[in-house]
C-alpha cells in the first residue's frame, strides 16, 4: 500500500472563479478536489451588491460539473459608496460570508477600490458590529514604495491603524507573502488570520525573474525573497489556526500573461493538493496538512467543515499535469512547481 493522505475535503479561502467561458472551464479543476472556497468578487464589472453576489452565485452552481458538490462562498467588492445595510442584509441572509477590500490600483479588477479608506468606514464599522469579516488585499500603492515593500508598509501604515480603531473587526489577510506580515499576524491579540498561497510556498521572485523573465509566475502579492517563502511554510506548517490554505487561484489566459504588460495571476487550482502534499511532506507536517487546507478556514468563516473526504497518495512515477486548460477564450498555463510531484488525488 503506497503512503496515504486521508483529509477532509478542503476549504479554499480565496478563489478567482471569473464568469462566462472561464468560469465553465476552471471550475471543475476546483470543484473536482474541493468541497468549498470563498469566492473573489473582482469581475468587471465588480461584485458590490447582494444582489449581484446573488446572481453571480447562481451562475457559479449552474456550472458546477455533474457529479461534484461544491460550494460557492460569496463576498461582496468593497467600494467608497458601498451601502452598509446592503451589507448587512446579505450577510443575514447566509449568502455573503466576507467583504473584500482592494485598495485602488493594487491588482486586477482593482480600480473600483477603495481608494480612501475613511469614506469606507461606515461599512467596516457596521461589519464589526455584525461579526463579518474583511478580506484585504494588503498592498499600498504609491507609486514611490518599491512593490517587494508594498505589503509589509501595507501592514505598518493601514492595517495596523486600522485594526487599532475597530479592534473588534474580524481581518483576513489575504495572500501573506512576508514574514513580516506572518509575525503581526502571531503577534494580533484575536480577530486577524492570513490565508496562504501554494505557489508562495514554492517560489521565491527568482523563478519569476532569474533567466529570463517568467510572466506564469507573477501575482500579485510578487514573490518575494528566499526568507519570506521560508517564513510562510513555518506558518502554513506550524499547525496555527491563524494560518489557512486561500489558492489565489487565478485564470488569465496565456495572450493576456505573455506580452509586454502581462497580468498578474498564478492559476493553480488543477495541482494544488498535490503541491501542498509536497510542500508539507518536505517539512515533515503532514499530519497539519488537514487543519491548514480544510479546517482553519472553515473555523473562521463559521462554515462547517465538508463531511466527506479526499485521498491522497504518493506514487512512484511522476503524476500526470494537463500543462494547458482550455477555455474557448485562449488557454490557461497551469502553474509548474519546477519539480515532480508525485502524491496524487484519488478521482
Ligand atoms: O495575482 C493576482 N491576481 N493577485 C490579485 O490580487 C488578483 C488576481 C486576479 O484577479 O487575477
Ligand atoms: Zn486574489
Known amino acids: ?4 493522505l486521508i ?38 464589472p465588480p461584485i458590490v451588491t447582494w444582489r449581484q453576489a446573488e446572481d453571480y452565485r447562481a451562475r457559479i452552481v449552474e456550472a458546477v460539473p455533474r457529479g461534484d458538490r461544491f460550494k460557492p462562498l460569496m463576498t461582496l467588492y468593497l467600494t467608497e459608496r458601498t451601502d452598509p445595510d446592503d451589507v448587512a442584509a446579505a450577510h443575514a441572509s447566509g449568502l455573503v ?60 501604515t493601514i492595517l495596523d491603524p486600522l485594526r487599532r480603531r475597530l479592534p473588534d473587526l474580524k481581518v ?65 506548517t506550524s499547525g496555527d489556526s491563524r494560518f489557512f490554505l ?37 517539512e515533515d507536517a503532514l499530519e497539519k496538512l488537514e487543519a491548514f487546507a480544510s479546517l482553519h478556514a472553515s473555523a473562521w468563516y463559521g462554515v462547517p467543515p465538508a463531511d466527506e473526504t479526499v485521498t491522497l497518495m504518493r506514487q512512484v512515477d511522476p503524476i500526470g499535469q494537463p500543462g494547458k486548460i482550455e477555455t474557448g477564450e485562449g488557454q490557461i498555463t497551469l502553474f509548474d512547481p519546477m519539480f515532480p510531484l508525485h502524491w496524487a488525488v484519488q478521482r
Open 1 to 4: 500500500m503506497p503512503p496515504t
Open 7 to 44: 483529509l477532509r475535503r478542503p476549504f479554499d479561502a480565496h478563489l478567482h472563479l471569473r464568469d462566462g467561458k472561464v468560469l465553465q472551464a476552471v471550475l471543475g479543476e476546483t470543484s473536482r478536489d474541493f468541497a468549498q472556497a470563498i469566492v473573489m468578487p473582482n469581475l468587471v
Open 97 to 156: 460570508k466576507a467583504v473584500k477590500l482592494y485598495p485602488a490600483g493594487a491588482t486586477t479588477n482593482s480600480s473600483s477600490g477603495v481608494r480612501h479608506l475613511e469614506r469606507a468606514m461606515p461599512v467596516l464599522e457596521r461589519m464589526a458590529e455584525i461579526g463579518l469579516p474583511l478580506c484585504i488585499h494588503g498592498e499600498v500603492t504609491g507609486a514611490e514604495i518599491d512593490i517587494f515593500d508594498r505589503e509589509a508598509v501595507f501592514v505598518e
Open 172 to 236: 483576513t489577510m489575504e495572500h501573506v507573502t512576508t514574514a513580516d506580515c506572518v509575525d503581526y499576524i502571531k503577534e494580533a491579540p484575536a480577530k486577524l488570520a492570513g490565508s496562504i498561497t501554494p505557489h508562495h510556498l514554492i517560489i521565491n521572485r527568482n523563478a519569476i525573474l532569474a533567466g529570463g523573465i517568467k510572466p506564469h509566475y507573477y501575482c500579485l502579492p510578487v514573490a518575494k525573497r528566499e526568507r519570506h517563502r521560508l517564513a510562510l511554510r513555518a506558518a502554513a
Open 246 to 282: 486561500g489558492t489565489d487561484s487565478a485564470p488569465h489566459v496565456d495572450s493576456m500573461k505573455e506580452c509586454a504588460c502581462g497580468c498578474a495571476g498564478v492559476f493553480n487550482a488543477t495541482n494544488t493538493l498535490s503541491c501542498l502534499a509536497h510542500v508539507f511532506e518536505q
